[in-house]
């Protein structure tokens, strides 16, 4: 368990913010430090289903957007649901990022969506179809590349959307964290030779629940395998964040990625008490406990400065960051951790 000292509360600042930033900087800098950006932001938000169509790979793709109110354009964060979800996940942090001047995307991935379990009642069928699902290689092929094909889309309706293209992150929950590191820039070590996916035209990246390394690969290569990730990520994780599918996870080995990746500052928040199914929004099947909504709202928050921080250069985000405001938001659920 990562352990870092509490840091002095910073003298307060005031921050001049280009629109559409001013008016979301303005409403957090009267706040307390560790309190920026927990409660909604400015903007009300609008919600949205549709569905984008990649014709080049016969593939129709589900989305629900969070939109903020405004003219805009705003920052973008397209989202990726965990194995046998849908774009309904995580809603309490699109509807937070919005609220914050962000729209949120959150893409379907078929084929490791909620359509490979449905009609399943029984436990066991249900753990062999999503097994079936991830063992087949072209369920991550094709949710990979449903990332560029997002961007390309979300370029396509920039004005539709009142979104800045040029200013793009991405965020996911588990099987949506290996997508999130795949796009930031993983090498795939492969018998043809590495291989990366890297899409360059996402700035950001949130991982909920990172992917641990593939227990194939020797520590030595962890080099090699992180080296090509150049972008800022933020790792959410917990002390019990285990996985369905891999009872012999180590939920420590999350922080491996956290640890390895050093071409761009990361940020590392470890909640205690903290499991799988929190972070996508999801409750299990004994309903949700008392603490995953507090979990949730801190999560959100920090995603809000992070994602402002690196999308718009919000000053107030970025001293939240890498000042005392990140430690202080998540004291008494959290440890936190950052490498610049």
Known sequence: ?????????????????????????????????????????????????????????????????????????????????????????????????????????????????????????DRRALMAAMQAAVREPRTAIDRYQDIPFAVDAIEARAEALSVDPTRLGIAGHSFGAHTVMAAAGITFPTPRGDLTLAEPRLSAGLMLSPPAPNERIDPSDYARIYGGITIPLLHVTGVDDGSPLDPGLDPSDRLIPFREIGGAPQYLALFDPGDHQVFGGRAGPRGAPDWYAGVQAATAQIAAAFFRAELYDDPQARAFMDGPGFTLALEGLAESDRKQ
């Open 1 to 121: 368990m990562i352990r870092i000292a509490a840091l002095a509360l910073a003298a307060s600042l005031s921050f001049t913010l280009a629109p559409p930033a001013a008016a979301a900087a303005a409403h957090g800098a009267v706040q307390a430090d560790g309190e920026a950006f927990a409660a909604p932001g400015p903007h009300s938000v609008t919600t949205s289903l549709d569905v984008w169509t990649d014709e080049a790979r016969g593939r129709d793709i589900p989305v629900k957007i969070y939109q903020p109110d405004g003219p805009g354009p705003f920052a973008a964060v397209i989202f990726s649901h965990g194995l046998g979800g849908s774009r309904e996940a995580a809603g309490y942090l699109g509807a937070h990022l919005a609220s914050w001047g962000l729209v949120a995307i959150h893409i379907q991935h078929p084929g490791s969506d909620e359509t490979i379990w449905a009609g399943v009642r």
